[in-house]
């Protein structure tokens, strides 16, 4: 999968609805609280069926972390949907994610992999 497929995999699962969702805004300059935010604002990327997109493309989103040339708003989207899956796979993905994350999406990256825990408990 291609960062373009990847769009347009979302594209197709958005035309069927995405997840409902409360949102808001921090007004704080405390970097973290920010991200927060960022993180808790990005969940309108969640497709309403985030949890009926099969093993094979979740591993193939996966694979597009660990990809120098994929965007950080893509990699922002990936680690949502993988944060929201009940599986080990997503959680090894993440862990292993969190190792070393791409520049400005290590707070991202621990609060999805915060969450995917909390799914999979």
């Not at 347009?8 to 927060?36: C, H, L, P, Y």
Request: charged residues 30%; aromatic residues 10%.
């Amino acid at each position: 999968m291609t960062e373009k497929e990847f769009w347009e995999f979302m594209e197709k699962a958005w035309a069927k609805g995405r997840v409902t969702q409360v949102s808001g805004s921090f007004d704080n300059d405390d970097s973290g609280i920010q991200r927060t935010g960022e993180y808790l604002s990005g969940h309108a990327l969640l497709p309403q069926d985030y949890d009926k997109i099969s093993k094979k493309i979740l591993a193939d989103m996966a694979n597009l972390l660990f990809r120098n040339e994929v965007t950080n708003k893509a990699k922002e989207a990936i680690l949502i949907i993988l944060a929201h899956q009940s599986s080990e796979f997503a959680l090894n993905v993440l862990k292993k994610y969190c190792l070393k994350p791409d520049k400005g999406l290590g707070c991202f990256a621990d609060i999805a992999l915060s969450e995917c825990e909390m799914w999979n408990e």
